[in-house]
């Protein structure tokens, strides 16, 4: 399974239906980032994304974007594909 990584809030509702999907999906390899507990990381979010808003996620490296885009890729048919990905 492809690797995931989401940079996110704690309080964030998106964050959390963001997690909640990929939980469903079977994903347990995930590696959170907590923008809001660390500002530089922040920063690297914003850097490698070009958003200020979160989640920005990433699944095996891929940018896809935020939980509606996440539920966007799922509603296609595609999150499936990219999860299945080697790392």
Same mark, same amino acid.
Not at 1 to 5: Q, S, T
Not at 8 to 17: D, E, K, L, T, V
Not at 38 to 43: E, I, K, L
Not at 49 to 60: A, D, K, L, M, N
């Given at each position: 399974?492809? *690797? /995931? +990584?989401i940079? =996110? $809030?704690? $309080?964030? %509702?998106?964050?959390?239906?963001a997690?909640?999907l990929l939980?469903?999906k =079977? &994903? ?5 980032v *907590? /923008?809001?507990l660390? %500002? $530089? *990381?922040? /920063?690297e979010?914003?850097q490698k994304?070009?958003?200020?808003? &979160? %989640?920005?996620?990433?699944? #095996?490296g891929r940018h /896809?974007g =935020?939980?509606?885009? +996440?539920?966007? +890729?799922? #509603?296609? =048919?595609q999150l499936?594909?990219? +999860? $299945?990905?080697? %790392?």
């Open positions: 399974m492809a *690797r /995931v +990584l940079y =996110g $809030a704690a $309080a964030c %509702p998106y964050c959390q239906a997690d909640r939980e469903r =079977g &994903v347990s390899d995930i590696e959170r *907590r /923008v809001d660390d %500002p $530089a *990381r922040r /920063v979010m914003q994304s070009g958003r200020t808003t &979160v %989640p920005q996620i990433w699944i #095996g /896809v =935020g939980s509606d885009e +996440l539920h966007d +890729l799922e #509603g296609s =048919g499936d594909q990219l +999860l $299945a990905k080697a %790392p």
